[in-house]
């Protein structure tokens, strides 16, 4: 595709073009310098002519929109959008503060390896960002994050940035069914069902971390009942595992419900080194209830959370979780619709049909006695057609209720392994929101830096 400008170029009177930094479908930003004000802009173009649909002209003019509501800190400037008209084409330009640094994708492949603490910093200035969107008058999702769209200058600085996609939680109600705009690998299920809400914002910021964490697309890392398995690709302290998994969940009721409760979550999810045990020697008798439930070394946690399995598993245990894992991924995945559902239909329809079978068998073997009593006068019809009837009845009988049963026994195996699931994600969030109340406490804090412990950070309570 052929450039709209090049280097020298004076555009609007205003924005000399230095240098191409991007090019997509929807256009191309520069590198410009504002001769005004002496500053150096993103400039980002969309040509007419170029255009394969007006809905991304739409697209285009709604992030003006939006950006000119914004002011934040974690997001660049907005300074002016304008267009500009020629014999053959129209152009539309958005000028905002150019964010210096490169994207979270460049970095990782120009060879940064993130640390924990470094994640978990990017991590808390996006949920903050994300706080601030999610409480505007009107409420802003941004609906594409993810490394290509957060910005990390060499001092650390942070900047959530293309917000062509971002929808008003207040005006954007009409997506169509199976339509959706994202991207794959970062978009939760609902999104990909037209239906984006604030959490879905949280799943894709999890899934970014995941790929600083690990170095892979999410859609590249093994999946577990529709969920991201990080857990066998980076070690992690507990409590941040906990609190990513819980950012991943596929379903909307198990994520954090805002993007200030996974702030405070994290801000209470410091990383514990292996070999430190936080117990209650360690704190204040007043604080020794609310820390019994996070008693526990990391290996501990993960043993119960079951994130790691522990060497203690046995051939049948590990039997078990696989037939676990199969029926809920089965119940989980869209592709094989309502399992639940469709057994119910079935045990149904087997036990009708066997009634109909019943009377069906009634009918014609009284039929066929008749029939044959009158053509064949002897005792034929005294055994051979009651027999016929009820090997032919029970048969079908017992076919039927053997299907039946088996139906059932999945049904209550599926349910009971649900259960299982669900408790143990109760278990999970139980122990996050445990350890926030154990942080609060400020008598926590000079006894574990008496160890040799990290600080944990109160969370801010508005």
């Not at 049963?405 to 649900?418: G, P, W």
């Amino acid at each position: 595709m052929t450039k709209l400008h090049y280097p020298g170029d004076l555009i609007h009177n205003r924005y000399q073009v230095h240098s191409l930094i991007g090019q997509g479908g929807t256009g191309e930003t520069y590198q410009a310098e504002d001769v005004q004000q002496h500053q150096w802009v993103a400039l980002k173009v969309m040509s007419l002519k170029q255009l394969g649909t007006f809905d991304l002209l739409d697209r285009f003019e709604r992030e003006a929109e939006i950006l000119g509501t914004i002011d934040h800190p974690g997001v660049p400037d907005y300074i002016e959008h304008f267009r500009v008209e020629t014999d053959d084409d129209c152009r539309f330009y958005l000028a905002q503060e150019f964010a210096s640094g490169k994207s979270l994708d460049r970095w990782v492949h120009d060879g940064w390896r993130a640390t924990e603490a470094e994640v978990q910093r990017i991590a808390l200035e996006i949920l903050t960002t994300l706080e601030y969107l999610h409480g505007l008058e009107a409420p802003i999702i941004h609906r594409d994050i993810k490394p290509q769209n957060i910005i990390r200058q060499s001092d650390g600085r942070i900047y959530l940035v293309d917000f062509g996609a971002v929808q008003s939680a207040y005006r954007d109600q009409q997506v169509s069914q199976g339509t959706f705009i994202g991207t794959l690998g970062y978009m939760p299920p609902e999104q990909l069902r037209g239906q984006a809400t604030f959490a879905s914002d949280l799943y894709a910021l999890g899934a970014t971390l995941v790929f600083l964490l690990t170095h892979r697309n999410p859609d590249e890392l093994p999946m577990q009942r529709m969920k991201i398995h990080f857990q066998g690709r980076v070690k992690l302290s507990a409590m941040f595992s906990l609190w990513l998994d819980r950012m991943l969940e596929p379903r909307l009721k198990h994520r954090f419900a805002s993007a200030k409760a996974a702030r405070m979550g994290l801000q209470t999810a410091p990383v514990f080194p292996e070999s430190i045990r936080v117990s209650a020697d360690n704190v204040e008798p007043s604080a020794q209830t609310s820390l019994a439930s996070v008693t526990a070394t990391d290996q501990e946690l993960r043993d119960s959370t079951g994130n790691e399995p522990s060497d203690r598993s046995s051939p049948w245990m590990e039997t078990s979780e696989g037939l676990k894992d199969f029926l809920l991924g089965a119940v989980d995945n869209p592709k094989s619709g309502n399992l639940v559902a469709l057994l119910y239909c079935i045990f149904w329809v087997s036990a009708i049909s066997r009634l109909l079978i019943a009377w069906l068998g009634i009918l014609s073997i009284a039929l066929m006695a008749w029939f044959l009593a009158y053509v064949f006068d002897n005792k034929l019809k005294e055994w051979i057609f009651p027999l016929a009837f009820v090997l032919w009845l029970s048969s079908s009988v017992v076919l039927l209720s053997l299907i039946q049963l088996f139906i059932l026994l999945l049904a209550v195996v599926m349910y009971v392994a649900q259960k299982h699931k669900d408790n143990k994600r109760s278990l999970n969030n139980a122990k996050i929101e445990q350890f926030i109340e154990a942080s609060n406490s400020k008598k926590l804090e000079p006894k574990l830096e008496q160890h040799g412990k990290a600080t944990l950070p109160a969370p801010v309570i508005d």
